[in-house]
Each structure stands twice: as C-alpha cells, then as structure tokens.
C-alpha cells in the first residue's frame, strides 16, 4: 500500500500553520516548547544558537549605522520600525522592512513581491558579492520562506541551501523551511540532517516547528528510493510544476526520471514473472508453481504427461433412480438457487427436473 497520503496531508498542512503563525525566533515564552523527554536518536550536541529579538534588533541598528553613515533621519526610521509592537514576532519581515527604509531597491523587491502569490527570487543584485553579507541573507531567507508558503519548493530550496544557520536572524526557521524543501523535492538524506539540527533545540523552538519537523523526518526517512511511493512523490511533484506554469527542462527532467523509474519497475515485475513461471514449468496439464500447487499451462499445446490414459471407474449405484432428488430436497435447492443465483438458472433447472421425471433425458 502506498504511503503517499502522508506527504499530500502532512506538508500541505504544515506550511499553511506557519503561514498562519508569527515567525519567532523561539526564545520568546509564548513560543517555547514544554519540556519533555527527547528522542535519543535526535538527542545531540546543538550545534547552533538563536539571537534574542534584541540582539538582531541592535545587530540592524549597527548594520544601518555602519552603511548610512551620519543619516540620521534613517537610523530613526529603522527605530520606528523595531520599536513596532509586532516587531519581535518576526525577526525576518522586520528586519527586511528596516533594510527597505535605507535601501530603495530593496523596497521596490518587497512591494511587487508582497502580492499574493506573486513572490518572485531575489533580484540578482541581491547575490551579488558587492551587496554586503547581512542584507542578501536576511533577503534571501524572507524570500524562501515566502515561496514555501506559496509551494514553490524547487524556488525556495537554492535560496536556502547555502545560508549560513549561525550567522542567521532566524535560524530556526531557516532549518525548518530548508528542511520541508529537501521533504518534498526527496533529497532524504539532506531533510533528515536539516530536522536533525533543528530539533537540537528542541525546547526552545516554536511548539508547531518541533512537532511539523517530527512528522516530516519520519515520513521522509521511510521513503526507499525508486520505490513505488518514491515514484507516485515525484508524479505529484510534477504536478505542482504544472500547476505553477512551470513546464521547462526541470519539469521534464523529473517527468523523464519518472518514466525511467517505472520502466525499471515493471522489467524487475516482468523479470520475477519470469522466474516463477521458469521454476513452476514443466510436463503434464500443469505446472507445479511455489507450494507445490499445481498452475494451469501457460499455452495451448499436447500435454507431455506420461500416465498409461486409463481412468477409474466409480460405483454409481443401479437402477433408474441416479440423479433424482427426492420432491421436498429438489424444492429446497429450487428455492436456493433462486436467492442466490438470477432467475433464469431456477428457470433452466425447473426445465431439466421436468425432463428427468418425464424421461427425456434418460439414455437410451
């Protein structure tokens, strides 16, 4: 049976709860998780750590101190916006508006990619080396994480692949979202070690990432690849493509590694076919397959038993009785071939009765 509804309900549903819920970096108290026993498997040394919503706040400040020299009106302006009362909830969008403020192009980007549905990857201005190392990650992670939300994995994982998790205003949420792109596009091994290192810190990230990101790595961890649930995966990812207008090389590459799947899968179905039809061969009506049961002969042809053709006669008993019932057992099987099989069968067998008590069907 095919796993394949666990990835259809449990990613789905764990982008639209995220999309709902503010993105703390999870050493806020409304966000953390209860303290309970840890999986030993996942129990390891964390190998990161989250900055306060205070500590990115003045990393921004020094940051917009550092590139707008002596402006003062926009050292203000980057104030007001941390000084928001929604601010700490979401480091991410907060600390993009407070580029934004000092940064127009920046705010061209968040504008025309703040429409729903309509985010597109950072412009390439963005990548590029003279555009200093703190606002291309900040971008760059508020852009994947927007087109997660929206299903655009195969857009979103390139964005998040190579960010640096320490250096990170949100590390939790890059593990997290990293993790569900490498989930859906099946790169098991990279999914797995992403959750990993995101439940190192397990009571201390938001309650719906450590729960979303268990569900994920064990349904992720069960997949074998080429496998039939890996093939129906990758046919609901070519899907998705389609459905984004996405109908380019990458979108035929993977429909091209899906017919090569399951062309593999039916030469192996065909193969075992073989195999068991080889060892069930043989002489006589029929071949003895797996247990010893006999299976009928897979083509029409002279039988090569070795039997000397004589057939045993059985006692049937004398007199012109054989195969008559008596009235109340013949009216009882009438009757029970009338509940269980259609009418025209009781129809047949009333007509054969009659010509038993007649004696048409008698033999001469």
Wanted: with cysteine; glycine share 10%; net charge negative.
């Amino acid at each position: 049976m095919i796993r394949f509804a666990t990835i259809s309900v449990v990613l789905p549903v764990a982008v639209a709860l995220i999309a709902g819920g503010a993105e703390s970096i999870g050493h806020a108290s409304e966000t953390v998780a209860a303290s309970r026993p840890r999986d030993p498997e996942l129990a390891r040394e964390a190998s990161w750590t989250s900055p306060t919503a205070g500590e990115v706040r003045e990393h921004t400040l020094g940051w917009v101190t550092a590139t707008a020299r002596d402006n003062a009106a926009a050292l203000a302006r980057v104030r007001d916006i941390w000084d928001r009362p929604d601010a700490p909830a979401d480091v991410v969008a907060t600390t993009v508006d407070a580029i934004a403020a000092i940064d127009p192009r920046v705010a061209t980007y968040r504008g025309a990619a703040t429409s729903p549905g309509k985010t597109a990857p950072p412009p390439v201005w963005t990548g590029s080396e003279e555009t200093a190392a703190f606002p291309r990650q900040v971008i760059a992670l508020w852009a994947g994480r927007e087109l997660v939300r929206q299903g655009r994995f195969d857009e979103a994982l390139p964005l998040l692949a190579d960010l640096d998790v320490m250096s990170s205003v949100d590390p939790a949420a890059l593990l997290f979202y990293r993790g569900c792109c490498q989930h859906w596009l099946l790169d098991r091994d990279a999914a797995v070690e992403s959750f990993d290192r995101l439940l190192e810190r397990e009571d201390e990230i938001p309650v719906r990432f450590a729960r979303l990101a268990r569900l994920l790595r064990a349904d992720i961890a069960s997949v074998e690849p080429e496998s039939l649930d890996h093939i129906a995966r990758r046919i609901r990812d070519v899907r998705r493509r389609l459905d984004l207008g996405h109908a380019g090389p990458l979108t035929r590459e993977v429909q091209d590694g899906v017919i090569a799947s399951l062309d593999k899968l039916i030469e192996k179905a065909e193969q075992q076919q073989q195999q068991q039809q080889g060892q069930g061969g043989g002489g006589g009506a029929g071949g003895s397959g797996q247990g010893g049961q006999l299976q009928p002969m897979d083509d029409s042809r002279i039988a090569g038993g070795r039997g000397p053709g004589e057939v045993r006669k059985k006692d049937l008993g004398a007199g012109d009785g054989w195969g008559n019932l008596p009235p109340h057992e013949r009216e009882a099987a009438l009757q029970q071939i009338s509940r269980e099989y259609p009418p025209h069968y009781r129809e047949a067998i009333e007509q054969y009765f009659k010509r038993l008590a007649t004696g048409e069907d008698r033999a001469p």
